[in-house]
Nanobody, 123 residues
Framework: QVQVVESGGGLVQAGGSLRLSCAISGGTTSHYTMGWFRQAPGKGREFVAGISGRDATPYYGDTVKGRFTISGDNAKNSVNLQMNNLKPEDTGVYYC????????????????WGQGTQVTVSS
């Protein structure tokens, strides 16, 4: 079964940048859409960004478009999320996930999930 591991979370000031990484084992990213979700305390899990392992098509949630960039490296079975101009409302636990579907945006369309990494943006 596919395992997913995120890393790179931390504390950053508003306006700063952070880069998250995600690697999978037990599978190859070329067979999946890889997505990032986040969850703030008391809120549901929100789609942030995704990328197709088949054709490298990236796509984003409305709240992060223009600030975040997702990229993938099928040779490393990994994806990255470059987060720029961070805002306090970006704070939350960020999860990496893999889906057998093409460019899904909802939680229930993803098959494998990482443990999450905390991102905290201070004002």
């Amino acid at each position: 079964q596919v395992q997913v591991v995120e890393s790179g979370g931390g504390l950053v000031q508003a306006g700063g940048s952070l880069r998250l990484s995600c690697a999978i084992s037990g599978g190859t990213t070329s067979h999946y859409t890889m997505g990032w979700f986040r969850q703030a305390p008391g809120k549901g899990r929100e789609f942030v960004a995704g990328i197709s392992g088949r054709d490298a098509t990236p796509y984003y949630g409305d709240t992060v478009k223009g600030r975040f960039t997702i990229s993938g490296d099928n040779a490393k079975n990994s994806v990255n999320l470059q987060m720029n101009n961070l805002k306090p409302e970006d704070t939350g636990v960020y999860y990496c996930a893999a889906s057998i579907l093409y460019l899904p945006r909802t939680v229930n369309e993803y098959d494998y999930w990482g443990q999450g990494t905390q991102v905290t943006v201070s004002s």
